[in-house]
């Protein structure tokens, strides 16, 4: 079994920053793709931002520049540093990891139970 939690979430006024983190624990050989996602109330869920074990990574429009992904493949965390919030990037943000189970060596896909973003005055 693997579990993903998120932390970080909040509330903050535009213009201000949040940190978040998703950490992954269990059986674990090792994550591919980490990504972070985001749902707002009557809208689709989307990618936000996703890295690479390696290092490489790919951003939604509408956070380039603000947005910065990053990780720590030795303690299987993720992190997401948001400055510069605006009121739109109000959201439930999900943590996602494609996981190498160590008992199968078989890759699946698992999503944390998301952390509240408000950026509100």
């Known amino acids: 079994q693997v579990q993903l939690v998120e932390s970080g979430g909040g509330l903050v006024q535009p213009g201000g920053s949040l940190r978040l983190s998703c950490a992954a624990s269990g059986n674990i050989f090792s994550i591919n793709d980490m990504d972070w996602y985001r749902q707002a109330p009557g809208k689709e869920r989307e990618l936000v931002a996703a890295?690479?074990?390696?290092?490489?990574?790919n951003y939604a429009d509408s956070v380039k520049g603000r947005f910065t992904i990053s990780r720590d493949n030795a303690k299987h965390t993720v992190y997401l540093q948001m400055n510069s919030l605006k009121p739109e990037d109000t959201a439930v943000y999900y943590c996602?990891?494609?996981?190498?189970?160590?008992?199968?060596?078989?890759?699946?896909?698992?999503w944390g139970q998301g952390t509240q973003v408000t950026v509100s005055s």
């Open positions: 996602y990891g494609r996981v190498v189970v160590r008992t199968s060596g078989s890759e699946s896909y698992y």
């Open positions: 890295i690479t074990r390696g290092g490489n990574t």
